[in-house]
């Protein structure tokens, strides 16, 4: 049945390889983030916002630990050379992390009861071992899926996250009544998954035991600029990142970082079904793309797509986050509704320039990029501050969120600027897209304006839902033709 249904697929996707690479991508992407969407209703009913936000204090601090765990020395994997070069970097990757996971044992030995009490989050303090494994875990999975990406394998990382996102959803669903940990025995589980599925082929690769000290030092020293600017730049991106849901923890309560869990979670299913996946597939082709200097004309194009893509979303969000939560998750979630408007402008404008920024890797130019990722933890450290003083949740989300998207908004136009891209063709796309978004959004517009009974909430989002998938079947129509060049 399965060999059957292939070259029906093989048909349906499309010719141009940028466009099949990331359709392939997406495809697996688009299955995990659909599994998320079902199963989250049912999480949020089966675990308290509590739950949420000690797993999401957990990945925080998981997040600040293991983005260094290569010395981002696996960004290096994909624009390597030759392949002899990228094989001793997938060595010298995992070596890496080997030792960073053993130091965050050490640090987590030292130092757990401290973090477990500047924190006030008892509960994690039982768990705080299972922090090493996953900085390993992390770093096993980032280092395989860059030599996945290099190889140009993407039906295997979509492969890969279909599995990854099953088991930890089985393990979740099933071990919802010891709370915590099942959140986190099913994020642990989903990880373990992922790097078994991506290993194996990599380790059944004779090449990768021929490898040799000297050459894995060789490779080391040419792409010393990744440890040395990369490292830092992914250390200020995680620690302004990761540290919010930490602060929220620590301020106001893991119930509230539970709130904002939530909405990133719902939030970020755009961003890993699209971003993450031209990011992966962007930075394999940067180097052709380099060559046949039409880098400009790429990042034109796909600026202005992914903008087609986020408006809508984000629009309807900013608008309606609120009622939307609050009926599609429990009442007592609606307060990650409230704060998901704010957050849907950030991740707006991180949708768009994350991918596109890859641009700074293949030029090797990684000390700018460093210099956007200290600014962006200055707005971020300076929002927390402010919100933080007045105590007030709502407007620490809110002031994060906004400094995060002017920081997004400074990538978006320097990267225009350093490819000699015209940033006036996203503008035009930005209020082309907004009207759209307007016109879609009519029927919870009149619904609002009727003040009729809450009970017909439901039909008015309905027509919204088939408003939506009307206007992203054509989206799709159009990113398959035109994604993103030809060669």
Not at 123 to 150: A, D, E, I
Not at 306 to 323: D, H, K, N, R
Request: with cysteine.
């Amino acid at each position: 049945m399965i060999k059957s249904l292939k070259p029906i697929v093989t048909k349906l996707l499309p010719k141009n390889q940028f466009a099949r690479s990331v359709a392939v991508l997406t495809g697996g992407t688009a299955s995990v983030q659909l599994l998320l969407v079902l199963a989250a209703p049912i999480l949020t009913r089966l675990y308290t916002p509590e739950d949420f936000g000690l797993l999401a204090v957990f990945v925080s601090i998981l997040g600040i630990l293991s983005i260094v765990a290569s010395l981002r020395y696996e960004l290096a994997i994909p624009i390597a050379e030759d392949d002899k070069t990228a094989l001793h970097l997938v060595v010298l990757c995992l070596l890496v992390v080997i030792a960073m996971a053993f130091l965050s044992g050490v640090i987590i030995f030292l130092a757990g009861d401290w973090i477990v009490n500047v924190l006030d989050a008892k509960s994690l303090g039982s768990y705080l071992f299972l922090l090493p494994v996953g900085v390993l875990l992390t770093g096993f999975y980032q280092t395989f899926s860059y030599w996945v990406t290099r190889e140009k394998a993407f039906g295997r990382i979509s492969k890969t996250k279909i599995s990854q996102s099953i088991s930890s959803l089985l393990i979740q669903l099933s071990c919802f009544k010891f709370g915590f940990v099942g959140l986190l025995s099913g994020y642990i589980i989903g990880q373990t998954v992922g790097v078994v599925r991506l290993a194996k082929p990599a380790l059944m690769n004779g090449q990768l035991y021929k490898v040799n000290i000297a050459h894995i030092k060789s490779a080391g020293l040419r792409y010393r600029r990744f440890p040395i600017f990369s490292t830092w730049d992914a250390l200020l991106n995680a620690s302004s990142l990761h540290m919010f849901p930490i602060v929220l923890a620590a301020i106001f309560s893991p119930t509230s970082a539970g709130f904002y869990a939530l909405a990133m979670r719902i939030l970020l299913i755009p961003t890993r079904l699209i971003g993450h996946s031209l990011s992966q597939v962007f930075l394999a082709e940067l180097p052709q793309l380099i060559k046949q200097r039409r880098v400009e004309q790429a990042i034109e194009q796909l600026s202005e797509l992914l903008t087609y893509v986020s408006m809508p979303i984000a629009a309807m969000l900013f608008c309606y986050g609120e009622e939307i939560f609050g009926y599609v998750f429990g009442v007592e979630w609606k307060q990650s509704g409230a704060i998901v408007g704010w957050m849907s402008v950030w991740l707006h404008f991180q949708l768009i320039s994350s991918p596109i920024s890859t641009v700074f890797i293949a030029l090797e130019k990684q000390g700018q990029l460093l210099m956007f990722q200290a600014l962006l933890f200055f707005l971020r450290l300076s929002s927390i501050i402010i919100g933080s003083y007045f105590n007030d949740f709502v407007m620490a989300v809110a002031l994060f969120s906004l400094s995060s998207g002017i920081g997004y908004i400074c990538l978006l136009v320097w990267v225009f600027h350093l490819t000699g891209a015209k940033v006036t063709k996203v503008l035009a796309s930005h209020f082309y897209t907004l009207f759209i978004s307007i016109v879609l959004l009519a029927p919870l517009m009149l619904y609002y304006f009727m003040d009729v009974s809450g009970g017909l909430f439901l039909y008015f989002l309905i027509i919204n839902f088939i408003l939506f998938m009307i206007y992203y079947y054509f989206v799709a129509k159009l990113m398959k033709e035109k994604l993103l060049y030809e060669h």
